[in-house]
């Protein structure tokens, strides 16, 4: 408010010759001479002193302002309770994703349905790393749509389509051109606006965001587990890749390399102990090149395993994965950690160490070699030779002598000759891994080999190959699975088997499947007993074993601690030291 006093503080002597001077020059050229001009004048500057004030241009009334309407969309994004269905495909990292989705959409008032015909929402969480993944998710597409228009026919609902992740990263506005019956399409990185791209649908749009970030983490967001009961989970602690493998499609779907910071993950794990959760597996693109830079940076380089390089620049800083590590299983020593997928140039012998010092670090490692020929892995820019595979191999059996090692394998890459695939036979037979992921090469758009090579290995030849890489690897597995008959091993329960109620599952710390039957044993002291459940650690005698699974007898309970602690010399000598068999 403009006060009285405040407008003749301001019209100073100063201000006033400039008003008459303005005055002067627009008065009228009358005759009656400067007298007349001065004393309209004055008048004016009367009038104009006691003139109104802002206050009386205000009308005083109480006037009601009605209640602003807030935009459609976001009206029922806040009021209704709309049911969600997941339809998740691909890696462990896709479901991690999905529990991370879930919490956001559990803020904002959506509902999880297991049952597809009751959902208002579908999400599919999609895979793009082979051709084989997404005509799944096309077939699936086709499925979802016949169950749309029969119900917007029958009961006049329409059912949305969402389509996530990698798949959709990878294809952007081509899914909504080619598919008419997907509604939202999001990238990995763009899940908290879900939300939002989901409302906008009820205008019968279509609602699409793949912008990937170089620094969502969704450290912020505690994902929301699928399965409230299972005594296993995953953690994501970081994401995207820098590796530009010539083959792969990841750094175009999940962006550059960044992780979250240590603090989040440490509340986490605490988080998943407080509720009953005996495994974590901590996830990454390439897990064991994680760097927190958030607490500041220190002095170490990238450290790398012994014959390996990279394609970018080593990078200084930060907190790595080894004291990561470290920390996570300081949490709960009752809790076992696993890690995956790394790559195995990120090995130094800080991280070995740590799983070799902390009892509930799985003696178990993922160590891809997608070939076993030095020329195939110089054309898909993995950074190694067979050699120096071989030699980290042996290196790694030196210090971890009971270690399981499992890989991935590719065959019918580009260019690859029936003598390089040989080499990869060879490797097999050689490593005798206790399990293996094999493959034959899809191209992918947009990779480094879609630019540079050709796709000449003929289908029916790579079908070829890959049977054969599963008939050697089943066949050595199936020798090491055997070779364990008779040794005691601990098992952790996880749940009872899929082919029969009568029986419970769980897996030993080379993360191996072991059946045995759901029956009453003692307790670590003898004095009671009572029956098994999900969570317990069992030692379990095997008595059979196929390339698949253990199975045996469940002997009594016991805790990681105390069987560790008690049976060091036993678990030395009764696990499978694979060095022997080399």
């Known amino acids: 408010m403009i006060s009285r006093p405040f407008l003749i503080r301001n019209f100073n002597s100063k ?237 175009f779907t999940r962006g550059r390399e960044r992780s979250r910071p ?62 990561l590590l470290d920390k996570v299983a300081e949490v709960d020593s009752e809790m076992r950690i696993r890690f995956t997928s790394p790559h195995p140039k990120d090995f130094p012998d800080d991280v070995l160490e740590v799983i070799k010092s902390r009892h509930n670090v799985c003696n ?21 030779s067979r050699e120096a595979y071989l030699d980290l191999v042996d290196h790694i059996r030196n210090l971890l002598p009971n270690v399981a090692l499992s890989s991935d394998f590719i065959c019918g890459f580009c260019e690859e000759t029936e003598e390089e695939f040989c080499d990869t036979l060879s490797l097999l037979k050689l490593v005798r891994y206790n399990m293996a992921y094999l493959f034959s090469y899809s191209m992918r758009e947009k990779t480094t080999a879609h630019r540079r090579y050709q796709d000449d290995v003929p289908s029916n030849i790579k079908q070829s190959r890959l049977e054969r890489m599963i008939e050697v690897f089943r066949s050595t597995v199936e020798k090491i699975n055997r070779s364990q ?20 599952q769980g897996r030993n710390e080379g993360n191996c499947k072991v059946i045995f039957p759901a029956s009453e044993v003692p307790l670590k002291n003898g004095s009671e007993s009572r029956f098994i459940k999900a969570g317990d650690y069992v030692v379990v005698q095997i008595n059979a074993a196929n390339s698949q699974v253990l199975k045996g007898i469940p002997l009594y309970y016991t805790s990681l601690n105390d069987f560790y602690n008690k049976n060091e010399d036993f678990v030395k000598s009764e696990y499978l030291n694979y060095n022997s068999m080399l």
């Open 364 to 384: 178990s490692l993922h160590l891809p070699a997608q070939s076993g020929n030095s020329d195939v892995l110089d054309r898909m820019r993995r950074g190694y």
């Open 15 to 251: 201000r006033i010759n400039q008003i008459k001077s303005v005055f002067y020059s627009i008065a009228p050229n009358h005759n009656d001479g400067a007298n007349t001009t001065s004393s309209r004048y004055k008048k004016f500057e009367k009038n104009l002193l006691n003139g109104p004030e802002l206050k009386d241009f205000f009308s005083s009334e109480n006037i009601r302002i009605a209640e602003s309407e807030p935009v459609p969309y976001l009206k029922e994004l806040q009021f209704t309770r709309r049911k969600v269905y997941f339809d998740v495909y691909g890696c462990q990292m896709n479901v991690n994703d999905t529990e991370i989705i879930w919490a956001i959409l559990k803020a904002n008032n959506y509902i999880k349905t297991n049952e597809l015909n009751d959902a208002d929402v579908v999400l599919i969480i999609t895979c793009a790393i082979r051709e084989g993944a997404e005509s799944k998710i096309w077939n699936r597409l086709d499925y979802l749509k016949g169950i749309r228009n029969k119900r917007l026919r029958i009961k006049g609902i329409n059912m949305k389509i969402g389509l996530l992740g990698c798949m959709a990263e990878r294809l952007k506005h081509k899914v909504l051109e080619t598919d008419k019956s997907v509604d939202v399409v999001a990238g990995p990185d763009s899940y908290k606006d879900l939300p939002r791209l989901l409302a906008l649908t009820d205008d019968h749009q279509t609602a699409i965001n793949v912008q990937l970030s170089a620094d969502e983490t969704y450290a912020d967001i505690m994902p929301v587990r699928l399965h409230e009961n299972s005594v296993t989970s995953c953690i994501s602690i970081m994401r995207g890749c820098d590796n530009m493998c010539t083959y792969c499609i990841v750094p």
């Open 485 to 504: 008959i008779g040794q005691k091993q601990l098992v952790l329960v996880e749940d009872k088997s899929k082919r029969s109620s009568l029986y419970l």
């Open 262 to 323: 240590i603090d989040s993950i440490l509340n986490e794990i605490r988080y998943l102990s407080d509720n009953g959760v005996k495994e974590v597996t901590l996830l990454g693109q390439n897990v064991n090149s994680y760097r927190d830079l958030s607490q500041g940076k220190d002095f170490y380089t990238t450290k790398l395993a012994k014959g390996f390089r990279t394609v970018y620049k080593d990078k200084q800083g930060g907190i790595r994965f080894a004291t």
